[in-house]
Nanobody
């Protein structure tokens, strides 16, 4: 069982920056993609950004131009650089890893890291 482990959350003022990291709990092969999602209190979990094995990234409209996802394949680690943070970015941020297992996609979720942006 692979467990993504998130880190880097915290409290920051509006306009500030944070960098989240997501590392697989053990060495893992055949990763199709890694992604970041977030869930604010009382809201559903939503996509923030994903990055494929080929390095193609995808962002939610609400974070485009402010957040950047990157990946270190050798370390099975993904990062989310968050700049220009807004109070509405406050949420628990979850990382996922999508692995190809014999032609099937298997998704692993982390426990989340909390980000709080004060106004």
């Amino acid at each position: 069982q692979v467990r993504p482990v998130e880190s880097g959350g915290g409290l920051v003022q509006a306009g500030g920056s944070l960098r989240l990291s997501c590392a697989a709990s053990r060495s893992i092969s055949s990763i199709n993609a890694m992604g970041w999602y977030r869930q604010a209190p009382g809201k559903q979990r939503e996509l923030v950004a994903t990055i494929s094995s080929g390095g193609i990234s995808n962002y939610a409209d609400s974070v485009k131009g402010r957040f950047t996802i990157s990946r270190d394949s050798a370390k099975n680690t993904a990062y989310l650089q968050m700049n220009g943070l807004k109070p509405e970015d406050t949420a628990v941020y979850y990382c996922n890893i999508i692995q190809n297992q014999y032609g099937l996609s298997v998704t692993y979720w982390g426990q989340g890291t909390e980000v709080t942006v004060s106004s």
